[in-house]
């Protein structure tokens, strides 16, 4: 890890690409998973928990791959915070959830870290062949 500290601003793009790719995957797949509850209801809670940490892992990613300098405290940090804004964006629109938070905080975390660690080695490899 990186000794420069964390990075509030790298923090809060990360918060802002996962949030706001939910809001797009929400209104993008809400009638098909309405759709697909009644027949197929785990595959519907399986797509909507893929999408999901498919974003927290392309937010990590994202973060990891632009900030300057090595870390991965930004994407994890992010995921967390970007979790709670999406349980609060659930419950104004009326989805009590939870055990999403409860649930998803150890994924949502473990997913934005994952895409970050990636991010830092595209990162590194992208200067390492740039140097050459």
Same mark, same amino acid.
């Given at each position: 890890?990186?000794?420069?500290?964390?990075?509030?601003?790298?923090?809060?793009? #990360?918060?802002?690409?996962?949030?706001?790719?939910?809001?797009?995957?929400?209104?993008?797949?809400?009638?098909?998973?309405?759709?697909?509850?009644?027949?197929?209801?785990?595959?519907?809670?399986?797509?909507?928990?893929?999408?999901?940490? &498919?974003? !927290? !892992?392309?937010?990590?990613?994202?973060?990891?791959?632009?900030?300057?300098?090595?870390?991965?405290?930004?994407?994890?940090?992010? #995921?967390?915070? #970007?979790?709670?804004?999406?349980?609060?964006?659930?419950?104004?629109? #009326?989805?009590?959830?939870? !055990?999403?938070?409860?649930?998803?905080?150890?994924?949502?975390?473990?997913?934005?870290?994952?895409?970050?660690?990636?991010?830092?080695?595209?990162?590194?490899?992208?200067?390492?062949?740039? &140097?050459?």
């Amino acid at each position: 890890m990186s000794k420069r500290g964390l990075h509030w601003r790298w923090v809060l793009f #990360g918060v802002a690409v996962m949030v706001g790719l939910h809001v797009v995957a929400y209104y993008a797949l809400t009638r098909q998973l309405v759709g697909m509850v009644d027949d197929e209801p785990v595959v519907a809670f399986g797509t909507a928990v893929g999408v999901s940490l &498919g974003i !927290f !892992f392309v937010g990590g990613l994202l973060v990891g791959r632009l900030s300057p300098g090595r870390t991965i405290q930004e994407p994890a940090v992010a #995921g967390v915070f #970007g979790l709670v804004m999406v349980v609060a964006l659930q419950l104004l629109v #009326g989805m009590i959830n939870i !055990f999403g938070l409860l649930l998803g905080a150890p994924f949502s975390f473990a997913m934005s870290y994952l895409g970050g660690w990636v991010g830092e080695k595209w990162q590194t490899s992208s200067e390492h062949q740039a &140097g050459r």
